[in-house]
């Protein structure tokens, strides 16, 4: 058994659940280092200062140290070399900035102060032993968007640096508490109309301009069904959602964030479809976690969907189009056989069958 240490700056949402499965299930001692999920541009740049520190008072040696990519880890080491210059490290991708789509109504942006959160994680990527991507999607867009990063520069642009980073890169799916899902399993043949759902982040990357223009559009068409959103809202979240929530409150069973993961849980297994209209998905949680409750996805041709499920005309479509008018099949003819042959594609990502290779990989065997 190994003793890992496992430093997160940003610990809430999918970060902390990803941390506290990992804990959960792993056969090594697992001790952790964090920050509340605040504040996280903040916490990219200052969080190693304050956790370097946290360190260097611990009394705990690890044999290994795991890190999110939430941190700044080449500042963190430099601060903590006395204790950890001999350490393995490891950073664990959730997501990163380079091929990140940020909203053009971000600050940052619109001031040209990006860079700095994508510099970041390129360093922290070079400065770890190893590094670990939630899917080959990750991994591979990450690595191409290195060199146009690193060319803007005005020169010593370390080119050559990208295939070190590439050398120890590797992918390691999600770890999930899918089982958890089961406790709450209910019928879902008793729905009067098929039931939609959308349980993602309220937030730009998700596309939920283009997710309810195609339900304005159906319900236009007087085509019946119902609608369960759910998601976490942040302080600001696109205004289209309270437009939704009056122009759809004819077809809404539910609408807002559950605290309580069986009330969450339930409201999967009620839902018949999946429509995804996202931008961004490095790996895609909240679509797994509804395709376990038997809910029928209908996804974009990119990002990280086609490592999950193989190419089937029902789950995939390339334009709005196509979207509009394959959601109108499902909505049409979605049957229970259809949903259970897809569950079967993402069992492997609860914990209890992939925890054996975390425990592996983190502890460098």
């Excluded at 700056?9 to 509340?36: N, V």
């Excluded at 260097?56 to 290994?64: G, R, W």
């Excluded at 997501?95 to 360093?123: A, C, G, M, V």
Aim: include cysteine; charge should be negative.
């Amino acid at each position: 058994m190994a003793k890992i240490l496992l430093v997160e700056p940003f610990f809430g949402g999918s970060h902390k659940q990803w941390a506290e499965g990992l804990k959960r299930h792993s056969e090594h001692e697992i001790e952790m280092l964090t920050l509340s999920g605040h504040h996280w541009k903040w916490r990219m740049h200052g969080a190693a200062v304050t956790l370097a520190q946290k360190l260097m008072e611990m009394d705990y040696i690890p044999d290994s140290i795991v890190v999110s990519d939430m941190l700044d880890l080449s500042l963190f080491l430099s601060l903590t070399r006395e204790k950890s210059s001999r350490i393995p490290v490891n950073i664990y991708f959730h997501e990163n900035q380079l091929s990140y789509p940020w909203s053009i109504d971000d600050e940052d942006t619109k001031n040209n102060r990006d860079n700095h959160y994508k510099f970041i994680n390129y360093t922290s990527a070079l400065s770890a032993d190893k590094c670990f991507f939630n899917s080959q999607y990750h991994r591979k867009s990450f690595l191409e968007s290195l060199p146009d990063f690193l060319r803007q520069f005005p020169d010593h642009r370390n080119i050559n640096t990208i295939k070190e980073i590439e050398n120890k890169s590797h992918v390691l799916f999600l770890g999930m508490e899918l089982d958890d899902l089961n406790k709450a399993e209910i019928k879902n043949d008793q729905n009067q109309a098929p039931v939609l759902l959308w349980n993602h982040r309220w937030e730009y990357d998700k596309n939920p301009e283009d997710f309810f223009a195609a339900l304005y559009e159906i319900k236009k068409r007087k085509i019946e069904f119902k609608l369960i959103v759910l998601g976490e809202k942040m302080k600001k979240f696109p205004s289209i959602f309270n437009e939704a929530k009056e122009l759809l409150k004819e077809e809404i069973l539910h609408f807002g964030y559950c605290e309580d993961k069986v009330e969450y849980a339930k409201w999967l297994w009620k839902a018949d479809i999946l429509p995804v209209t996202s931008f961004q998905d490095f790996f895609g949680g909240s679509i797994i976690e509804a395709v376990y409750c038997n809910t029928v996805p209908l996804l974009p041709c990119r990002l990280a969907y086609p490592e999950h499920f193989p190419f089937h005309p029902m789950f995939y479509y390339n334009t709005e189009s196509d979207f509009i008018a394959k959601l109108i099949k499902l909505i049409e003819k979605c049957s229970l056989e259809e949903k259970v042959i897809t569950r079967d594609l993402v069992k492997k990502y609860d914990w209890g069958n992939i925890i054996g290779e975390y425990d592996k990989k983190f502890s460098n065997e």
